[in-house]
């Protein structure tokens, strides 16, 4: 499962608001032993969620490809993939340095590389990790 969140290059982030309704949003993100980083701005409907309710499913899928058993039964038709399935609560993080340490890990997934980081940067965005509580995975229409 490590290697199909690793091959994502954006999760989508399950959250339930206050009217008990589900709010998804696309994240880009980090991943290391177990934990899941986020960042994103300060304010928004977003926060004002986690904040409330910080209990989440993060889903993340990869490897898309349309497949069939015969070109002219629409029902034959599936999609291969790989996915898997995150559950945990958000945790915010105020300190400074591991604002940097976790923003780097993020950077380095799209990047490959490590950056500096000025303090108002840093100060402005809003850093948070899910620890894994509970993960599953599925693959289908390929080789295991």
Known sequence: MDEIINRCDCCYVAMVDSDSLPYVLPFNFGYEGNTVYLHSAQEGMKMDILRK????????????????????????????????????????????????????????????REFSFNAPAVNEVCVYKVDVKRISGRESGYSI
Not at 87 to 101: L, T
Request: proline residues 2%; glycine residues 4%; contains cysteine.
């Open 53 to 112: 309710n910080p209990n989440v499913c993060i889903a993340f899928s990869t490897d898309h490809t349309l497949r069939h058993s015969h070109d002219e039964v629409a029902c034959s038709y599936g999609m291969k993939y790989r996915s898997v399935l995150v559950h945990g609560s958000i945790e915010f993080i105020d300190d400074f340095e591991e604002k940097k340490r976790i923003l780097n890990v993020v950077m380095k997934k799209y990047t490959s």
